[in-house]
């Protein structure tokens, strides 16, 4: 099931143009990895399967109420529209990009930790299924790399670029949105940050409170 919903959430995503419909259909991908983790029936890639629960939320939150921010001042979510909001919009492009390193999971984020133990819970599975486990460890890379290329490729086209013309003065001079991101917009999204960052440096703090139940669980689950 998890390897299905990583094929179909990438599929649906690479054929549209509407970056909210491209991020919803991302989240099938991420949704199969916690599947996969589950199914790896031990002790790491269960946790792992949990935290990326709470990784994988704690992200696409931060992403959609991001792309909320752009789209008031917008009015469009349409990638083929958006474009150079780097420079009317620095405050959005800043923690986005901070988002988008969660995404790509890159070391000391929260994202990194439940990918790895994920994947080393495939690894390091004891299973006589071995093609299928095989199998799973290869479509679980593929739907991290396209995963990377088409959050990247979103980020790309709305933050760099050419400059949206609602943006711009006939003599090419920037005006900046009338209502730039709010107080309250910036304190839940650095929050949103500040939680991955912390979760990436210190994830026995969660990890600690699965490490009492995982194990019954398994042991249930195998039986």
């Known amino acids: ?33 916690i599947l996969i983790g589950l199914s790896t029936f031990n002790k790491i890639g269960f946790e792992g399967a949990l935290f990326h629960l709470i990784t994988f939320n704690l992200t696409w939150c931060g992403l959609f109420m991001l792309l909320g921010s752009v789209y008031l001042r917008t009015k469009t979510m349409e990638k083929n529209i958006l474009g150079g909001l780097n420079k009317v919009m620095p405050v959005c492009y800043n923690l986005g990009l901070i988002l988008i390193l969660c995404v790509l999971a890159i070391p000391f984020t929260g994202n990194f930790v439940s990918n790895f133990m994920i994947l080393n819970g495939l690894i390091l599975n004891e299973l006589e299924l071995n093609m299928l486990f095989n199998l799973s460890i290869g479509i679980y890379v593929l739907g991290l790399i396209m995963l990377a290329i088409c959050i990247v490729f979103v980020f790309h086209k709305t933050f760099y670029g050419q400059t949206m ?3 711009k003065t006939s003599e090419n001079e920037l005006i900046y949105p009338k209502r730039g991101i709010t107080k309250s917009e910036i304190i839940v999204l ?7 960052l912390f979760l990436g440096i210190f994830p026995n703090s969660i990890l600690e409170i699965f490490n009492s139940t995982s194990e019954v669980i398994i042991d249930f689950l195998k039986v």
């Open 190 to 196: 650095s929050l949103i940050v500040m939680s991955l």
């Open 165 to 167: 013309a609602r943006f």
């Open 1 to 33: 099931m998890g390897i299905v919903n990583i094929l179909y959430g990438i599929c649906l995503a690479i054929s549209q143009t509407n970056i909210k419909k491209i991020l919803s259909y991302l989240t099938l991908v991420q949704v199969g990895f």
